[in-house]
């Protein structure tokens, strides 16, 4: 897919709220969630007729799409899950199918005996025996061998009709999966081809214009950037008088308060400049809950490939409370995930286009919580 970036040139602050705030109304109009069924994105009957209009529409098809992206990775998850449950019921029915046979082979065996003599039958035991009581204990015997292997034959054949069943339900769960995941990835196939079109937009428009438009971005990214460092200088200032360095260097990561948190944080940061590419767990390349995955495999915690899923793990922590390795969550339903370095920064796959690097925790926006794990 071809390169997109979140700061779009020629997309001033205000408008890239609005086209954010229009993204999220258009997620929520199309019912994405993996519950509801995910249906393809409309495309936008109008054509951009200016660098600013494109990149607006890149923009917001970029955010639909990370939205989209954790969505398959969900439903990717269940696949997996519901493919294993699967296997599992079909091996169990083959077992209790098998157990039929076995029983039954050995209940027609013992008739197949009786019935030529091979083996002692009521008149035979009525023929040997000394004495009356005798007699009824060779019979008795006889009763209660064949009885059990009833008993037995029974037991298995019900065993079988429970595993049949059990199989049609995990067969029909599996087969369910994999049409969300089906629709899911049509869907982000849809978004891709969207983002390609208002690419090319953008590219047939005058050098003129964008380079106009890359400098107003530039202009208002500095804006931004300055304004942020004024306000953690502030918050530092009230904090503590002596914390000064850290406004100066907010990129740099607090002292993690467990191994586990600092091997998390210090593989985490060893991934920026990698790029962002959907459905990536790395180590070429991550998305959001790829690079999260890939952090805390490397400390030993298997977490899944979902930052929906990731965020319903390990314990809720306060914003305030908040120590480096904690994962930290954006909008609602959750969408993207990075993890807390400190000074309120974090390290993050941003979105296509972009890079593994560190932000601020508020430049997302839609901050949703937080959670420890391990």
């Given amino acids: 897919m071809a390169s997109l970036r979140t700061s779009v040139p020629g997309l001033p602050a205000t408008r890239r709220s609005r086209g954010r705030r229009a993204a999220l109304a258009l997620v929520g109009a199309l019912g994405v969630g993996l519950g509801l069924g995910a249906a393809p994105a409309p495309a936008l009957a109008e054509e951009p007729t200016t660098s600013a209009q494109a990149a607006e529409l890149v923009a917001a098809r970029g955010h639909d799409l990370e939205v989209v992206t954790e969505q398959f990775n969900e439903a990717r998850e269940a696949l997996g899950a519901q493919q294993a449950a699967a296997e599992a019921a079909a091996a169990q029915l083959a077992a209790a199918r098998a157990a039929v046979d076995t029983a039954r082979s050995q209940v027609v065996g013992i008739a197949r005996s009786a019935y030529t003599g091979e083996s002692m039958g009521s008149l035979q035991a009525l023929m040997t025996s000394d004495t009356a009581e005798e007699f009824v204990n060779r019979v008795s015997l006889l009763q209660g061998v064949a009885g059990y292997q009833g008993e037995l034959l029974g037991q298995a054949v019900t065993a079988t009709e429970a595993a049949t069943t059990a199989q049609a339900a995990a ?5 369910e999966a994999q049409r969300q995941y089906d629709a899911v990835a049509a869907q982000q196939a849809d978004l891709e081809s969207q983002i390609a079109d208002y690419q090319a937009d953008f590219a047939r428009l005058s050098a003129e214009e964008r380079r106009a438009a890359l400098e107003a ?17 502030r918050e530092d200032t009230a904090s503590s008088s002596g914390s000064a360095s850290a406004a100066e260097e907010p990129a740099a990561a607090a002292a993690p308060a467990s191994s586990v948190a600092g091997t998390v944080v210090a593989t985490a940061m060893a991934q920026r400049g990698k790029p962002y590419v959907w459905a990536a767990a790395g180590p070429g390349s991550f998305d959001c809950s790829g690079l999260t995955q890939y952090a805390f495999r490397a400390a030993g915690i298997s977490l899944p490939h979902s930052s929906k899923l990731q965020s319903q793990m390990g314990t809720a922590v306060s914003r305030a409370d908040l120590q480096p390795g904690d994962l930290v969550f954006f909008y609602s339903p ?23 690097k560190v932000a601020s925790i508020d430049v997302m926006g839609g901050y949703a919580g937080a959670r420890r794990i391990g």
């Fill in 334 to 356: 959750v969408s993207h995930v990075g993890i807390y370095i400190g000074n309120g920064q974090m390290v993050h796959a941003p979105t296509s286009g972009d890079v593994v």
């Fill in 171 to 175: 067969t029909e769960a599996a087969a």
């Fill in 217 to 233: 971005a530039a202009a208002a990214h500095a804006a931004e950037e300055a304004r942020a460092s004024r306000d953690e200088e």
